[in-house]
């Protein structure tokens, strides 16, 4: 993964109310500091323990001379509740808070710290400056478990830092009838995510500007490499996907302005084929490899999804339409007895050809077989090439949203689940998913709460992070797949 996610560099402030012994409190946050650096962390420990206003600045200004661009606040004991939270409010950057368990029962009364306690007063005080913290599910821990806590706290923070300084560069506008792409600007700002809207024409002409470059020869190569000989079908091509790579690196470059990380949502039908002459999914493809991901059909809230995902693992993601039901005939052969789903616990997830090739099974460049029809009236393709196609490779999954929707309020989804080894039969990007209760899932909340046909999926089950990444930028409804017996709010009780 390339510099446009963010590198995360952790600090730690230990607070110690004044009426309990402070030698406590910084006792045990080193203790904290030695359990993370045995799990392979590292922090940096501030040795400015916290007990008034004053000491709050001067920790403040010690972890940012630092360089640290996120907090770990730490109870050693009860914990002085007004500079404990003030330490948020000065520090910019992602902020935890957790606490310390007491440690042994013959050490119950000069070493009893009642950080348990002081917990809840942290809360109540944070909510009363509306100050926004990450704080675990169970935020109360020895040394061993703070650092476990510590270690999570990683892939949330590296996401609100990488969104706090994020630009969605867009070329469009989006295609006709792909109205559920709507994307109202005001929310992005709400969460500090800036955006440059531009014109197909600005990039047609960027990327004419880009015919001869010397770099092409470079990228062409690389892509050779990695395609290899079955995927390579194509590579006549190639030197025009270099060219469009290439003025999409620049042009991230050239207009991040000042802000630190870019991801793009750009128009791809119907007019890009024939003015480029190729479709655009073979480079989307390994942009989000290297750590740019562009979302289809000026999906700007799939960008921003995309990119939230990539900031949680660390690792390429993908966009996917929720896009056909698995015949009957195939889960009852392929699925069924085999895997713990109902038919309609499973979908096929499906894009042109956006989904790195490190996520397929086997993938090689095709053309646009839907473009092909529509623009080419189904005869040799020429200019409709350029989708990498392929099934998806089995594993686990994290489908996920975060919409703006028609009203300026944020939502968003999640769900997880896996992508299973049965060969979809099918053309472009795609997979046979399975997510438990989908069939619900799908009714009450894509379709009750009116989400757009495109999700992002995350490689793995990072469901805890995501969900901890939203609930940190203030979105207040966020739904998740509820299991037999939880109903959703809108659910036939008798159905």
């Known amino acids: 993964m390339s510099k446009n996610i963010p590198e995360v560099k952790l600090g730690m402030i230990a607070v110690s109310r004044d009426c309990f012994v402070i030698s406590l409190s910084e006792r045990r946050r080193g203790a904290v500091a030695e359990a993370y650096a045995g799990m392979g962390g590292n922090i940096y420990e501030s040795k400015v323990t916290v007990e008034n206003e004053l000491d709050m600045q001067k920790a403040v200004e010690d972890v940012k001379a630092a360089g640290c661009n996120a907090l770990v606040v730490f109870l050693g004991n009860f914990g002085p509740e007004t500079p404990e939270t003030l330490i948020a409010k000065n520090f910019d950057g992602p902020v935890m808070y957790v606490a310390a368990a007491e440690e042994r029962s013959d050490d119950l009364i000069n070493g009893r710290g009642d950080a348990y306690c002081g917990m809840l007063n942290c809360s109540y005080n944070l909510g009363l400056r509306k100050i926004r913290a990450y704080i675990p599910e169970y935020p109360v821990g020895d040394a061993e478990g703070v650092a476990k806590m510590i270690a999570e706290f990683v892939p949330v923070a590296r996401t609100l830092i990488g969104l706090s300084s994020l630009?969605?560069?867009?070329?469009?506008?989006?295609?006709?009838?792909?109205?559920?792409?709507?994307?109202?600007?005001?929310p992005l700002y709400d969460i500090g995510v800036e955006i440059q809207e531009n014109s197909e024409?600005?990039?047609?002409?960027?990327?004419?500007?880009?015919?001869?470059?010397?770099?092409?020869?470079?990228?062409?190569?690389?892509?050779?490499?990695?395609?290899?000989?079955?995927?390579?079908?194509?590579?006549?091509?190639?030197?025009?996907?270099?060219?469009?790579?290439?003025t999409l690196l620049d042009w991230a470059e050239q207009n991040k302005g000042a802000r630190d990380y870019v991801a793009f949502a750009n128009k791809c039908w119907p007019a890009f084929p024939k003015e480029f002459g190729f479709e655009p999914c073979y480079v989307n493809s390994r942009l989000v490899t290297k750590g740019y991901p562009v979302a289809c059909e000026v999906d700007i809230y799939g960008a921003l999804s995309e990119y939230i995902g990539m900031c949680v693992t660390g690792d390429a993601v993908t966009l996917l339409d929720i896009n056909n039901s698995v015949p009957k005939d195939m889960y009852e052969s392929q699925i069924k007895g085999k895997y713990d789903y109902t038919l309609e616990d499973t979908f096929m997830g499906f894009h042109c050809g956006n989904t790195p090739l490190?996520?397929?099974?086997?993938?090689?460049?095709?053309?646009?077989?839907?473009?092909?029809?529509?623009?080419?009236?189904?005869?040799?393709?020429d200019f409709t090439r350029g989708t990498l196609e392929g099934d998806i490779a089995p594993g686990k999954i994290t489908f996920y949203r975060l919409?703006?929707?028609?009203?300026?309020?944020?939502?968003?989804?999640?769900?997880?689940?896996?992508?299973?080894?049965?060969?979809?039969?099918?053309?472009?990007?795609?997979?046979?998913?399975?997510?438990?209760?989908?069939?619900?899932?799908?009714?009450?909340?894509?379709?009750?709460?009116?989400?757009?046909?495109?999700?992002?999926?995350?490689?793995?089950?990072?469901?805890?992070?995501?969900?901890?990444?939203?609930?940190?930028?203030?979105?207040?409804?966020?739904?998740?797949?509820?299991?037999?017996?939880?109903?959703?709010k809108d659910e036939n009780p008798f159905a």
């Open 167 to 186: 630009k969605i560069i867009t070329f469009g506008p989006r295609p006709q009838d792909f109205f559920a792409c709507n994307a109202p600007i005001k």
């Open 201 to 246: 024409l600005d990039l047609l002409v960027a990327y004419k500007a880009h015919s001869g470059d010397s770099r092409i020869a470079g990228v062409v190569e690389e892509m050779a490499a990695e395609l290899g000989v079955e995927g390579n079908q194509y590579p006549d091509l190639l030197p025009r996907m270099a060219q469009y790579e290439l």
């Open 403 to 488: 919409q703006g929707a028609a009203e300026g309020k944020l939502t968003a989804y999640i769900a997880q689940g896996e992508v299973l080894p049965v060969a979809t039969c099918s053309f472009g990007g795609i997979g046979v998913f399975a997510i438990p209760e989908m069939g619900r899932f799908y009714r009450h909340v894509l379709i009750a709460k009116r989400y757009p046909h495109h999700g992002a999926v995350a490689f793995d089950h990072v469901g805890k992070a995501i969900y901890s990444v939203l609930d940190y930028l203030g979105v207040e409804d966020i739904s998740f797949n509820q299991p037999k017996g939880m109903l959703y």
């Open 358 to 381: 490190c996520k397929l099974s086997k993938g090689a460049i095709k053309y646009q077989l839907i473009q092909n029809r529509l623009l080419e009236n189904g005869g040799t393709p």
